[in-house]
């Protein structure tokens, strides 16, 4: 670990591939929240992809390699599939999820078959056109990090400055309206936002994996939270947790490269999150319903001994077998059931092998059948 550390300050491709690479998790995560929200995932897939024709014809067109121009060129292309996606759904009546598969699939083509062309066209190979397909963070100067981070920095910002609209859109875009605010405008410049949050990474993770980076912190942080502040600072935090583990892991593993191993490493904070967050995760909820199953059990058999004692003119000094109970449509479990009431001294076994409940027992019982549940009894059943 020592070790780790120290090449992190002296070596400079793993500093600056470490640095980037978590220049575009934060970043990424930060905004992806908002496409989450939204239940615009697949907007990210679409722009990621879209992005591949227009690096392709920035090179043709140029014949420049500079990673800027090729950037730009996805940026405008990336730009141009997000608008046609939302010009197709508002002038026709494709789904949003049909639409952004349509066009993620015409431009992805699009730009394989400009690829293909590139190919054989002088200078392509040295182009470096292949690394914006799976990405390759490994060649990452220190220009592309000041480039990262200036257009991440001014994502950041104009995120800060319009968080209250943005927070708006993301959840009440009818009050937006209510409000005389240009909700047109917003959703573009939001789409604009993501875009440039995408584009910024492809060098790193490529087209094909981009997608990952903005929906997968997004979604691992919504199992934290249910506030939007808390879920896009701990979004971008798992974003750029993950760029800086891929980085470090592909440092020291011979051959193992960069952009997926970010993309392995945010997937696995996702699944880390859908399983032990302690609200939503999938192993608190499944504690909650085995609580609330057992305290249903409680409930049921607790209610059926006070029915049963209730006839007598003494209900604390009336047992009933376990066959009784058993008859009266108890659930499973009685005996496990039957111990825990005893834990709790509301019911009590006798010599001969039967139940009775105690005085705390009737009370509990004679509450139970005439107010019904708690509610932390009826919050442990949800």
Known sequence: ????????????????????????????????????????????????????????????????????????????????????????????????????????????????????????????????????????AASLVGSDLVTMAVLGGVVLILLLVLWKELKL??????????LGLPVRSLDVLLTTLLVVAIVIGLQTVGVVLMSAMLIAPAAAARQWTDRLGRMVLLAGLFGALSGLCGAV???????????????????????????GAPHRGLIAVWLRQQRGRRRLQRDAVLADLYHLAAQHAQPDRAPHSARVLRAM??????????????????????????????????AAGRRLVTEGPTPADREDRS
């Open 249 to 275: 892991l592909s440092s020291i593993v011979p051959h193992l490269p960069t952009g997926p191993t970010i993309v392995l490493c945010v997937t696995t904070l996702t699944v880390v999150s859908l399983l």
């Open 1 to 136: 670990m020592t070790q780790i550390l120290i090449d992190l300050v002296t070596d400079y491709t793993l500093r600056t591939v470490a640095l980037g690479s978590a220049a575009l998790g934060l970043v990424s995560g930060a905004l992806g929240c908002f496409a989450v929200l939204r239940r615009q995932s697949l907007l990210g897939d679409a722009i990621s992809h879209a992005a591949l024709p227009g690096i392709v014809l920035a090179f043709l067109l140029t014949g420049s390699k500079t990673p800027l121009v090729l950037v730009l060129g996805a940026a405008l292309a990336g730009w141009a599939a997000a608008l046609l996606v939302m010009l197709v759904v508002k002038t026709t009546r494709i789904k949003p999820d049909a639409a952004l598969g349509l066009v993620l699939s015409t431009f992805f083509g699009f730009g394989l078959l400009l690829m293909s062309i590139a190919q054989r066209s002088a200078g392509a190979a040295q182009a470096g056109l292949d690394r914006f397909l799976f990405g390759q």
């Open 169 to 178: 859109l993301a959840f009440d875009p009818d009050f937006l309206v209510a």
């Open 329 to 362: 449509g108890t659930p499973a479990g009685l005996n496990r059931t039957l111990a825990h009431l005893t834990g709790e001294g509301l019911v009590r076994r006798t010599s001969d092998g039967r139940w009775r409940l105690t005085l705390a027992g009737v």
